[in-house]
């Protein structure tokens, strides 16, 4: 009998531990085969973005400067230039106006802002569209915005009127601004006074 239930047991043992071993290859396979790549991948993803982490932070390349004090510096000369511009264009004898992509005014000099007798905080956004005359506004407005929605420039002749009710025939013409991707950013615009008689 006790020889018996000892047979039972080594059988269960053996089927026990047989179980066991192969649970344990099976992990084995698994670990191998898909854990120890991942493994390698998280390594290797760590590895670089410590990389980059040292280029940001440690290297110093031309002369000391890194890489974040480099583009700050072009970031600043950039905004130099900007203003720069502005500066010179400010008082340029043509009146002179900017927009946004999609053709919102965000900057006129002082030569248009004098034309059209309006301080150039009402000539942003659609304020520039009050000193176009009332029988030529909505035709200048649609034909306006039909160009920037299609990302093309703009010409057209119309006529200006000041708050005091002086009368200013005119041509303007606006210009594409686009990015290093050839993207549209913006418009440039140039207003020609026509002589009255």
Not at 111 to 131: C, F, I, K
Request: glycine share 6%; with cysteine; hydrophobic share 40%.
């Amino acid at each position: 009998m006790l020889g018996d239930q000892w047979k039972i047991l080594v059988e269960h043992f053996a089927v026990i531990s047989t179980a066991v071993t192969a649970g344990l290859g099976a992990l084995v396979v698994i670990y191998r085969k898909a854990l120890t790549p991942m493994i390698k991948l998280v390594r290797k993803w760590n590895q670089t973005v410590e990389k980059i982490d040292k280029i940001f932070t440690e290297v110093t390349p031309n002369n000391g400067s890194s890489i974040k004090d480099i583009i700050n510096s072009i970031d600043k000369k950039l905004v130099e230039f900007s203003e720069m511009q502005k500066a010179v264009l400010a008082d340029d004898d043509k009146a002179l106006f900017k927009t946004d992509v999609d053709g919102n005014c965000n900057w006129v000099n002082r030569t248009y802002s004098r034309t059209v007798e309006r301080m150039p905080s009402e000539l942003m956004d659609h304020g520039w569209q009050n000193a176009i005359a009332q029988e030529d506004r909505e035709y200048v407005v649609k034909s306006w915005y039909n160009a920037v929605k299609e990302r093309r420039e703009f010409t057209a002749s119309f006529t200006f009127e000041t708050p005091g009710g002086r009368r200013i025939p005119a041509v303007v013409r606006s210009y594409k601004m686009t990015n290093s991707r050839g993207e549209v950013i913006g418009y440039l615009g140039s207003i020609s006074i026509l002589e009255t008689n």
